[in-house]
């Protein structure tokens, strides 16, 4: 019996797109396929924005059709270096895809920390100072 071989679709191009309209909080659009061959541009802008330090920064997922491990990992990245900056990461219109994918993995837990460097001055009720 011959199996014919099914030709990989090639991915949909990743378009990136940046509304600095408010610089404290920048929101990055993003569509099409966040994947292994198209995800390196993605990390890059996440990484040039958090390097300003913005106050939050948003990342935008209504014309996202598929995501991939990679795509996943950039997503946790923004939130790692966010962390770091003092950023918080948000995301915004999340379509159902995703949002199952962020639930399974536990990322949603993840993005919902806040920012840990200590630039809004706020500590969480379990914080004790020490003379």
């Known amino acids: 019996?011959?199996?014919?071989?099914?030709?990989?679709?090639?991915?949909?191009?990743?378009?990136?797109?940046?509304?600095?309209?408010?610089?404290?909080?920048?929101?990055?659009?993003?569509?099409?396929?966040?994947?292994?061959?198209?995800?390196?541009?993605?990390?890059?802008?996440?990484?040039?924005?958090?390097?300003?330090r913005p106050h939050a920064l948003v990342l935008d997922f209504g014309d996202l059709i598929f995501l991939d491990s990679t795509g996943l990992s950039v997503i946790v990245h923004a939130w790692r270096e966010g962390q770091r900056a003092g950023t918080a990461i948000e995301l915004r219109a999340v379509p159902r895809f995703l949002e199952t994918i962020l639930d399974m993995t536990g990322v949603t837990g993840l993005l919902e920390r806040p920012p840990v460097d200590g630039r809004s001055g706020q500590q969480t009720s379990d914080s004790t100072a020490s003379a």
Do not use: F, H, N
């Not at 991915?11 to 993003?30: C, E, H, Q």
């Open 1 to 52: 019996m011959v199996v014919p071989q099914r030709r990989k679709p090639e991915a949909t191009p990743l378009s990136i797109s940046v509304d600095r309209s408010d610089p404290s909080v920048p929101v990055v659009r993003v569509g099409g396929d966040l994947a292994y061959a198209t995800a390196g541009p993605l990390r890059a802008e996440v990484d040039r924005l958090l390097a300003e």
